[in-house]
């Protein structure tokens, strides 16, 4: 089913923007791990960001509330349910695009996908409320890839036409708007606001990496890291791209530019570059596994856009209005990160099968 | 299992590139389609090109033995398994490599994966090989497709720093070498032309498109057709990256930029743009479903490159002979085609099911 | 994973037994069917009947909540999920057992399969408390089986050593204690009265049916009505057996006595006996589905029992005391409906694939 | 997909009666183990025994050709395939039967699933032929099992009227007629001879077990023992019943009958009787895991039955020559075990992940 993801683990999101709630199960964590409920807590406060120049205006705790899996935060092998309730869910906002599609979301696609059918109200299902639960899951499995010796990092690399500067090092960890340069970081910044002002929205890149992952994760084909990162990251809405190492610029290099050849550091085999972003056939080679995800601006933009009144069959005018984000990116980091997660620890657990 | 692809048709992929036969599943096909065998195989053909400047000299006819599924050249709704002999294989030319991977190729990593007993002949299960047993099942789906009024179309969209003009179309269909510009295609050939002389090798870019769908074709999340159409995509060895519409140049735009308005043509939905792929929260808008692929250079070279004696653990040099494309590129095309039919023949299915 | 089944909609079961709450993730269900929720509620009053010789003394009202995938008691599209709250939990009724494990139960079993921290409270998620999110499934199952003219009946065939006399009819199904010989009945409730008093239990036969199938539903080798009605009926705590048509009385049969043969009736193909259960091949025919699932006795009896402390490594007695039932048969028989509607609706949601 | 089973490895069958080869994947085995193929061979020949009363007279080596996934007989991790080439098929023995369903088979069901496109020739798909490519996996399984410390043993337990004596244990594994009590055994081969006098068959029960699987095997709810190992026993044609442990006799029984109360030996917990099955909660506790299997007897027959005549809707009789088995009870004995191997083999596996 599309709301599941997972070979190893099996992760099911549920929910729609305007429900009683969102929510998450995760089947198949080991049982006797330890969750660090407040670390937790502070990994989903990056997702949603307060008083920030990009922030959406909608303002909930989103506490998740477990409703079973653990036992004094302890994973005893049952299925993990995680719920958030929509408490300031205002499903009335939406009465208006009901027949007029806005564009850049998928009001229109989701009506013709259910008949008319599904819920409209925020994006229903497809919002990108759910990547709150999407960052339960992704905040788990960031804790258990923590204790196999796996850090997930990652940084805006670009916003509109301004990108960080340098390479992505754990740097960027504990910062609040992740670049490695903070003076590009103000430009993104200045242009965060600028397009604000106008009520438009921009996009932007992500780059993320993993450390410390062991040589021989992955599967051959269609179970490669590519196609597991890959499948879980366009489940995060707005997505349009993603890249491994040299990704598209591998495309315009020759193989004595683009093969990373092999040394030896302390008795280790290493690359001495890592175009291949440390995969080689779809599995780990032991260096940095890294990507970069393209992510579209923010549909919903307080401009006058053309758009067709399905009822009438007839072009009509939209504005947006309510309470969205100027550029979604910032906030998609976590979510990012935590689709990364989710991937990895998955792939790293059916290696443990043989 | 990670050799297997797609939830209302199933693939399976089996064999190596060295062992007795490649060969290939399809279960769930619906009985009673007729298969025109001769078309079959000439889209086989385009996967192995004989006598051009970008070609492996490997020299098999690749004609597939249908075993099962089929009565008369009709679905019985069995699955169909099919299967090529590795008629030219030769896998003591890759003895010299047995201790010492290959930069860029899967070598180490498969090593590692499964602890020393892969198939390391010529890549094993990895291998480019298994593409052929992809377009087996592509070419059955591009032609169910077709009955549903779906047409794959694709393009090289560059070879290294050459670009191919002009949008892609239909004009491409019929080429032996498909570009839109066929100045622009000549470039390329004389680009591969030079890296062959150098023992080097080049990349590209691939881009692809359905036309024909209708809308709300994709399921949310998880099942959105970026995310079928990336997780086979990724099964194609030397495919480093993909984007939908705009993709990664859409990380740049403003929404009011990348937003695709929406407008009536002749009473129906259209939008004025494309930047979206055809796609809206996973899901088909009714447009061309447009992406991009990036095709890393053919990992072979015969260019000295630096590795590691894995044996006597001491820094070693490598020089890669044997049968290789200069560019896998060309090649690539009918491969990406493929995955993508099976992707969307897939998705489409799951409609019917409601 | 293990709490998920089904292949076209996609059923996920979570929670423990006094975990803060069970519930369900119900996925694929078709947009724009309507859900009788009165009737849904006396659906799952039937798997929690009070006052009865054989229920347990645990009284939880057993209201589902459902927090997504309904709009107004229709289907959006969307999973759906529904909770019930653990309201009557009594942990601590358990503690005694911790390190002495009930016979007939999986506390020694999951305490090996989790390392010791699995949930022990009642049975944590192996209780048969998860029969009540199962039967929230079946019950929209039910209710969308009937729009295709499907109706599941069932009856309680035998318990202990009473057997019901006659055949299986719809004439059961508004019954509180549904047999079709009512004499028989009370010989079976005297039965239960009996074990009760002295602190025992018993088991029994649930024997069911689905009537109104078209033939052609099901699909081969693994993917057969048999072994996906098997697949979830053992999912019920407590079965131990199933057969289909005849059954085990097949096995003694010759070839003469056990094939059906065919006939027409009003021009339609029908068999004149149903010794197949509807079944050839794992396909429906179009006569009614025919099974029957052996019930063992609930295993907690407040008879002394030997067992073993795990800590000290010694034998011992136990003495189950706590609130259990005499006879799940009665209660089981809701959940088989359940279990079964759910089955079969995913096979004939198949069907419409192709 | 329906031809397909398992999760941690993944069997997927393919192949007609009479199509060019039946087949089988096997995808997920660990790379590095040695397959005994001389072992195999042995074993694949119990399935096809020749010049027994109770044998088909269709003759074929069924000799196995591995076209991948091993290497001088050691698995190396990618996906196995190997083929039976269909050497002795006749498809026009059927033609008779093309609008005339055969009672007791799955030519009508399987017409209607797949609107008259399926191939009827000898059942097609749903044969049991389909049986010597479960047998390759099985033979697989058993041996990897066998380096676990497992050992699957079963024994014929009845034929018609006719039981064993005795309790089954492994004396029974070496035997051509595997029953406890060879007296037995000939009053069994002789009610075989005696229908097949009478172009009559018979049917029977098959009991199975799997010694030497630790506590702590299986998973909760859909995922117990149980459930895999009735979904893939079902996959084998004519199988009408299972049971686990006392099974249906359990139905009879109170409590303190049925519960295996436990103690020690030599300091391991074990219980005193196995009336469970080595199963609680669908989790083995290491005693052995035990069950029955209902067969109904062979539907071929050589007597008049009634039929209809689809063309003409009118009713007809039948009678079915060709070349079939009296009794298929002592050909489904392998099958059996390689089903058993398989399920148990993959939940075994999937303890590994944790």
Known sequence: ?????????????????????????????????????????????????????????????????????????????????????????????????????RPGHADYTAQMRYGGHNDRAGGGHLSGRLTAPLCIAGGICLQLLEKEGVEIISRIASIGAVSDNGELTASTAGKHFPVVDDTQGEKMLALIGDVKKNGNSVGGIIECAALGLPAGVGDPIFGGMENRIAQIIFGIPAVKGIEFGAGFSAAKMTGSENNDEFCLESGILKTKTNNCGGLLGGITNGMPLTFRVAVKPTPSIAVTQKSVDLTSGSETEIKVTGRHDACIVPRAVPCVEAAAAIAIYDALLGRRRG
Chains 1, 2, 3, 4 share one sequence.
């Open 1 to 101: 089913m599309s709301s599941s993801f997972g070979e190893n683990i099996r992760l099911t999101l549920f929910g729609q923007s305007h429900s009683e709630a969102v929510g998450m199960t995760l089947d198949g964590i080991p049982a006797g791990e330890r969750l660090d409920m407040d670390r937790l807590m502070r990994f989903l406060a990056r997702r949603a960001p307060v008083g920030d120049v990009y922030s959406t205006a909608r303002r909930e705790p989103d506490i998740p509330e477990f409703l079973c899996g653990l036992t004094e935060n302890i994973f005893c092998g049952a299925p993990v349910t995680a719920i958030i309730r929509n408490t300031d869910a205002r499903p009335h906002d939406y009465e208006a695009f009901k027949n007029t599609p």
